[in-house]
């Protein structure tokens, strides 16, 4: 196996008071997104998508294989079919796959069935992994590690969509299945969340949640 390397190029690095500062901003610009599922139809450019795009392939992946795929659509009649098919399994698991727990658990969020924002949001960003790949003769090719790269990918997305100044919902209808048949992805690829992307409607609300601090999710020694 041969392997080369390159020196390392475009590192950035701050004195230390401009460094906490960036830090400091980051955070608080982060801080402020919020999850949404009320958006306006609004449209959004597909250069901007295409710039958060880049973002999400700067991810870290197991043995650099980067199996994220995206597939970015504003597609009416594509969104029309994603909603009535989402609507379909979301139905299903309100109804009856739900146990009482889980619908417990999402009683605060006040989410149900209807998913209108998969037609009025301007743009919809299934996200799927590869499970194998194919080499130059067509075999199967394992890939490491593809949740945690595709969900560090996806983290990503969410930040710079943030950054750009859009709001996101990390919907996951369950199974999503469905999205292979409309998308006509190859069974290699395992659907992992359908990112919603717009801007949020006039008069949008959200849930009265707040976040944990540090202090309660991190320890340091
Ligand atoms: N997929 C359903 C249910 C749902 C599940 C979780 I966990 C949430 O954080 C929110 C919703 C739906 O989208 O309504």
Redesign the pocket.
């Known amino acids: 196996m041969s392997s080369s390397s390159v020196p390392l190029s475009g590192y950035v690095t701050y004195p230390e008071p401009e460094m906490l500062e960036r830090a400091r901003t980051f955070a608080d610009s982060m801080s402020r997104r919020r999850t949404v599922r009320d958006f306006s139809d609004q449209p959004v450019p597909r250069s901007v998508i295409e710039q958060a795009l880049r973002t999400a392939g700067t991810a870290p992946s197991g043995a650099n294989q980067q199996p994220w795929r995206f597939v970015a659509i504003s597609d009416p009649d594509t969104k029309h079919r994603i909603r009535v098919a ?1 609507e379909a ?2 139905r299903e ?2 109804a009856h796959r ?1 146990p009482d727990e ?1 619908l417990a ?2 009683a605060p ?1 006040g ?3 209807d ?1 209108p924002f998969l037609e009025h949001a301007p743009w919809l960003i299934p996200v799927f992994y590869e499970r194998f790949g194919f080499d130059a003769e067509g075999n199967k090719v394992k890939r490491y590690y593809p949740h945690e790269s595709v969900g560090i990918a996806s983290g990503l997305l969410i930040a710079a969509l943030h950054h750009a100044g859009l709001a996101t919902l ?5 199974p999503m299945g469905f999205l292979n048949e409309l998308l006509d992805r190859g069974k290699n690829e395992m659907p992992f969340l359908l990112l919603v992307v717009g801007y949020p409607a006039a008069g949008c609300t959200v849930p009265d949640i707040r976040r944990l601090e540090v202090s309660e999710y991190a320890t340091f020694k």
């Open positions: 989402a399994e979301e698991f309100y739900a889980w658990a999402l969020l989410t149900d069935a998913k990390t919907h996951t209808p369950s």
